[in-house]
């Protein structure tokens, strides 16, 4: 056997090996950006229903304190009816939630808060009840309206949202930069 023969042969087999390893990185780093990609689009979306969830139960807190206050002017059960839809939907809105925030801890607490300021102004609800039942609609009323805890809420709600809106800005970003790495390369 030919001593350059041989080492050449040697040469082509490192040659190919090295071109196999190259492609197989390739392939195996095009994978992990792609896997990436879908990980921050599937958190992007979750910060959109993030959003679209806060801006609904921000919706209902107005709607909560509207119906509530026709229902302690007026006695009528429609709005009494109201009140109860719009409870339903702020414990589905924060569900929802804490739904989506299994993995996040700083969406965790904020979503506890926001639950907590919601049981609050639910509690208030209720007392504006009890008290116009004892003491009349005016005082209710009255009471509905020094109330800060549907303000204080619909503020933990904004922040809630913020945090979210931010995250997605950034989530987006990376979204981005993956995506033109993926197209530099691929």
Same mark, same amino acid.
């Not at 229903?49 to 801006?55: A, C, K, L, S």
């Not at 924060?94 to 049981?119: C, M, N």
């Given at each position: 056997?030919?001593?350059?023969?041989?080492?050449?042969?040697?040469? $082509? /087999?490192?040659?190919?090996?090295?071109?196999? $390893?190259?492609?197989?990185?390739?392939?195996?780093?095009?994978?992990?950006?792609? /896997?990436?990609?879908?990980?921050?689009?599937?958190?992007?979306?979750?910060?959109?229903?993030?959003?679209?969830?806060?801006?609904?139960?921000?919706?209902?807190?107005? /709607?909560?304190?509207?119906?509530?206050?026709?229902?302690?002017?007026?006695?009528?059960?429609?709005?009494?009816?109201? $009140?109860?839809?719009? $409870?339903?939907?702020?414990?589905?809105?924060?569900?929802?939630?804490?739904?989506?925030?299994?993995?996040?801890?700083?969406?965790?607490?904020?979503?506890?808060?926001?639950?907590?300021?919601?049981?609050?102004?639910?509690?208030?609800?209720?007392?504006?009840?009890?008290?116009?039942?004892?003491?009349?609609?005016?005082?209710?009323?009255?009471?509905?309206?020094?109330?800060?805890?549907?303000?204080?809420?619909?503020?933990?709600?904004?922040?809630?949202?913020?945090?979210?809106?931010?995250?997605?800005?950034? /989530?987006?970003?990376?979204?981005?930069?993956?995506?033109?790495?993926?197209?530099?390369?691929?």
């Amino acid at each position: 056997m030919d001593l350059t023969f041989a080492e050449d042969s040697r040469i $082509v /087999r490192i040659a190919s090996l090295l071109t196999a $390893v190259v492609i197989c990185l390739i392939i195996c780093f095009h994978l992990v950006l792609n /896997r990436a990609l879908n990980t921050v689009s599937n958190s992007v979306t979750g910060g959109l229903i993030v959003v679209e969830n806060v801006d609904s139960i921000v919706d209902n807190l107005d /709607r909560l304190n509207n119906n509530q206050r026709a229902y302690l002017s007026t006695g009528d059960d429609q709005y009494s009816e109201e $009140v109860a839809e719009s $409870v339903i939907a702020l414990s589905s809105d924060l569900e929802g939630l804490k739904q989506i925030s299994v993995k996040g801890k700083p969406l965790q607490a904020r979503i506890a808060e926001l639950s907590h300021q919601i049981d609050v102004v639910l509690g208030s609800m209720q007392k504006t009840y009890e008290i116009q039942k004892t003491a009349g609609s005016a005082v209710a009323i009255a009471l509905l309206d020094n109330d800060d805890s549907i303000l204080d809420a619909k503020m933990d709600a904004l922040a809630l949202k913020k945090l979210a809106t931010d995250g997605m800005f950034d /989530r987006v970003r990376t979204q981005r930069k993956i995506g033109a790495i993926l197209k530099v390369l691929f």
